[in-house]
């Protein structure tokens, strides 16, 4: 079955240090983004890709970097991690248009020491 | 940016009960999603429907774009039914955005 894949499912990091996420699909879709979920809030969208071309949520931190190497893949790098970056992250991909469906892969709970 | 406010927050039956649960948005929109967040976290599509009515199984959706509200319909709730319930719509209408979250309904029914 098609789908969008996360690893790992939970990571632990210490305050500080670099992490890495990553997010693949079999969807074959133009756009990838990536969405943080803190505890009881809804998500928030950090940034997406549409093909190679990023594009930056406003209010996305500069610790919070994205790449996205192929079609298949995106990665997000926190640079230094901070206590309140503990949190549900979630990618999701869709076909090309906003009025597309969006799919979500299974997520990564990120916990900072 | 958008506004999506859904209604109730929590929401508390009894297996076997009927639910209607509410999303207003304060713009027009060619997308509405509605999910289930599981236990687990992951979010579940249950529907895309930006107009009209669907129905699969026990959930059916109706979205009345031209008033900016969509609703939720559960029918006879089991406990797997249980989580939070978010609908979504795009930030803005045209490119390939992100999506804009209602802050969820929680649902617990209980046995």
């Known amino acids: 079955d098609a789908m969008v894949i996360q690893n790992p499912r939970y990571q632990v990091t210490q305050f500080g240090k670099p992490v890495t996420l990553s997010c693949s699909q079999t969807l074959n879709h133009n756009v990838m983004y990536w969405y943080q979920q803190k505890s009881s809030q809804a998500p928030k969208l950090l940034f997406h890709?549409?093909?190679?071309?990023?594009?930056n949520e406003a209010d996305t931190p500069d610790n919070f970097q994205s790449r996205r190497p192929n079609t298949s893949f995106c990665f997000l790098d926190i640079r230094s991690p901070g206590l309140g970056d503990a949190a549900m992250y979630l990618c999701a991909t869709s076909a090309q248009y906003s009025y597309n469906e969006q799919f979500f892969g299974p997520g990564t709970r990120l916990t900072v020491l | 940016g958008i506004q999506v406010e859904q209604s109730p927050p929590d929401l508390i039956l009894q297996e076997g009960a009927n639910s209607t649960l509410r999303c207003n948005f304060s713009?027009?929109?060619?997308?509405l999603q509605w999910f289930h967040q599981n236990p687990w976290g992951q979010l579940i599509n249950l529907f895309y429907i930006p107009s009209g009515t669907k129905q699969n199984g026990r959930l059916s959706a109706t979205t009345v774009a031209t008033e900016r509200y969509s609703l939720l319909y559960i029918s006879s709730s089991q406990t797997t039914d249980s989580g939070v319930y978010f609908c979504?719509?795009?930030?803005?209408?045209?490119?390939?955005?992100?999506?804009?979250f209602g802050k969820g309904t929680h649902l617990i029914i209980q046995p």
């Open positions: 713009d027009s929109v060619n997308n």
């Open positions: 979504a719509v795009p930030n803005s209408g045209g490119g390939a955005d992100g999506l804009t």
């Open positions: 890709y549409y093909d190679k071309d990023f594009n």
